[in-house]
């Protein structure tokens, strides 16, 4: 996570855009502690341990490589926003799952951050029934003020834009909603595509490279008397 981290920064700075890392440590470091080691998933992608952190941080790393990096007139505050949609993107996936510590108590993510749950000791979660396959995105809006850190809370208003295209990226144009949060849900949205898709293709590649179990060597029968059996090649 720290190489990603990293790697996320100096597309950044390689982009001309440096300003950008102090705040993007800001996000994450405020970020991590509510996602902690949970999935991105149950099955699709990610789904492992610190998937969904891995999968975030990753959505902006592919964000800032390709969407930024294409996008030279996009004022501070729209480029601050990118970074912020493709990193909460998948912030309602903390209301899809059931966590729950030794004692019974549930995890409320609107109370305390699963960091600070999990010091009780070890949880079990689970994925809720029911959730469909996008609900989390309408949610996720409800969780941004928990974590925001207040060098972002000024941006608020510019990130519900946003994520309103984000959720009807598939419907409105830029003229309807005007370029910029189409164009930064755009960003979003194929960055988040990108992570997933690679997680899955490094899944199948590795499969396929595990060595398969060795041939058991031929075992020989012989039903000739004992006093004149061979040995078998």
């Known amino acids: 996570l720290d190489a990603l981290c990293s790697l996320a ?3 950044m700075e390689q982009i001309g855009k440096p300003e950008l890392v102090p705040f993007f440590a800001d996000l994450v470091y405020c970020y991590a502690p509510w996602l902690y080691n ?8 990610h789904a492992r341990p610190w998937g969904l952190l891995i999968h975030s941080v990753e959505a902006v790393e592919r964000a800032v490589a390709v969407g930024l990096g294409t996008s030279p007139g996009l ?10 949609l493709a990193l909460y993107h998948d912030a309602g996936r903390l209301l899809d799952l059931q966590v729950t510590n030794p004692s019974g108590r549930t995890w409320d993510p609107f109370q305390d951050s699963l960091w600070t ?4 000791g070890g949880v079990t979660y689970r994925w809720l029934p029911g959730r469909g396959l996008n609900r989390h995105e309408y949610r996720a809006p ?14 608020l208003p510019l990130l519900d834009q946003a994520w309103y295209a984000y959720l009807n990226r598939d419907r409105f144009s830029p003229d309807i909603l005007g370029l910029y949060p189409v164009w ?3 960003i979003a949205a194929w960055a988040d ?17 595990v060595p398969k179990a060795a041939a058991r060597p031929p075992v020989y029968y012989d039903a000739s008397p004992a006093s004149t059996r061979k040995e078998a090649p």
């Not at 949970?38 to 992608?45: F, I, N, V």
């Not at 749950?117 to 009780?120: E, K, T």
């Not at 409800?142 to 941006?155: G, H, N």
């Open 184 to 186: 930064v849900a755009g």
């Open 193 to 209: 595509q990108r992570s997933a898709e690679d997680d899955r293709y490094a899944r199948k590649k590795a499969a396929r490279q």
């Open 117 to 120: 749950f999990c010091r009780d």
């Open 9 to 11: 920064a100096w597309r």
């Open 75 to 84: 004022s501070t505050d729209w480029a601050r926003t990118t970074l912020a």
């Open 38 to 45: 949970l999935p991105a998933s149950e099955r699709s992608h």
């Open 142 to 155: 409800e969780l941004f003020r928990v974590f925001l850190p207040d060098s972002a809370k000024p941006l």
